[in-house]
C-alpha cells in the first residue's frame, strides 16, 4: 500500500474531522498517531520521529504555530502540513516562514489532502535516508561539512554552501552511485510550494561541477542522465 511503513502525526482538537482524517489515512496503509493539543503533540514529537505531522493552528492551550515553531527549534525536522481555518495570505506566510512544508485551507478536497500527504511523506522518509550519510564527507581531496554547510576543496578554498545546495549535495550522496530522478529532488529538496524549472536543477549542478571537478565539461563525480536526472561517482 501507498503508505506502508510510514507514521503520521495527526494534531487537530475537532474530533470528527480527526476521526475522519484518522480513518483515511489508514486506509491508504499509513500508521497514525493522534493528539488533540500542542503539549500532547509536542510530546508525542519528542518520543519520536514521524514522516509527516498534520497540524492544525488553533489548539488548546499551545497553538499550532508554537508546535510547530518549537518542533524547529528542537531540531525536530519532520515534514508538517498545516491544516487551518485560517486563509489568508498572511497567515499562510507565517506558517511557512516557522519552518512548515504545506498549508492546507479548510475545508479541503480530501484527494487533494492524500496526494500532498503522499508527497510529504515521500520527502520525511528521504530526510530520514540522508540522516545516514556522515556530517562530514570526503571525496575526490574535497571535504563537505553537511551540518556547517560549508565545503573544503582539495586546493584549500573554503564554499560557502546555500541550504539548497547542502540538501541536494546530502540528497545525491546518500543515493551514490545511482540516478536521482528530477520528480525526487524537488519534492525532498524544494518541496511543493515552488517548482523551480528543470534548468534551475541544471543551474545546481554546474556550480557543483565548478567547484568540486577538475574538468567541468567532462565531470567525473556529477553526472546528468538526459531525461530522467542526476547522479553522484564518487
Given at each position: 500500500m501507498l503508505g506502508a511503513n510510514a507514521n503520521i502525526l495527526i494534531v487537530e482538537d475537532e474530533q470528527s474531522l480527526h476521526e475522519t482524517l484518522k480513518?483515511?489515512?489508514?486506509?491508504?496503509?499509513?500508521?497514525?498517531?493522534?493528539?488533540?493539543n500542542g503539549a500532547e503533540a509536542l510530546r508525542h514529537c519528542h518520543n519520536g520521529y514521524f514522516d509527516l505531522v498534520i497540524l492544525d493552528l488553533m489548539l488548546p492551550a499551545i497553538d499550532g504555530l508554537s508546535v510547530l515553531e518549537t518542533m524547529r527549534l528542537n531540531k525536530m525536522d519532520s515534514p508538517v502540513l498545516i491544516l487551518s481555518a485560517k486563509n489568508s495570505s498572511a497567515d499562510r506566510v507565517a506558517g511557512l516562514r516557522k519552518g512548515a512544508d504545506d498549508y492546507?485551507?479548510?475545508?479541503?478536497?480530501?484527494?487533494?489532502?492524500?496526494?500532498?500527504?503522499?508527497?510529504?511523506?515521500?520527502?520525511?522518509?528521504?530526510?530520514?535516508?540522508?540522516?545516514?550519510?556522515?556530517?562530514?564527507?570526503?571525496?575526490?581531496?574535497?571535504?563537505?561539512?553537511?551540518?556547517?554547510?560549508?565545503?573544503?576543496?582539495?586546493?584549500?578554498?573554503?564554499?560557502?554552501?546555500?541550504?539548497?545546495?547542502?540538501?541536494?549535495?546530502?540528497?545525491?550522496?546518500?543515493?551514490?552511485?545511482?540516478?536521482?530522478?528530477?520528480e525526487k529532488i524537488l519534492q525532498n529538496v524544494w518541496g511543493y510550494q515552488v517548482f523551480p524549472t528543470t534548468r534551475t536543477i541544471d543551474n545546481f549542478i554546474l556550480t557543483f561541477r565548478r567547484h568540486f571537478e577538475e574538468d567541468s565539461r567532462n565531470p567525473k563525480y556529477f553526472h546528468s542522465v538526459r531525461g530522467v536526472g542526476y547522479r553522484f561517482t564518487p
Open positions: 480513518l483515511n489515512l489508514e486506509l491508504e496503509g499509513y500508521d497514525v498517531t493522534s493528539a488533540y492546507v485551507t479548510k475545508p479541503f478536497e480530501l484527494e487533494e489532502l492524500l496526494l500532498r500527504v503522499g508527497n510529504l511523506v515521500q520527502k520525511g522518509m528521504a530526510l530520514q535516508q540522508a540522516k545516514n550519510v556522515a556530517d562530514v564527507y570526503n571525496f575526490g581531496g574535497h571535504r563537505v561539512d553537511f551540518k556547517s554547510q560549508t565545503a573544503t576543496l582539495k586546493n584549500g578554498d573554503i564554499v560557502e554552501l546555500s541550504k539548497k545546495e547542502t540538501m541536494l549535495l546530502q540528497l545525491l550522496v546518500s543515493n551514490v552511485n545511482e540516478v536521482v530522478t528530477r
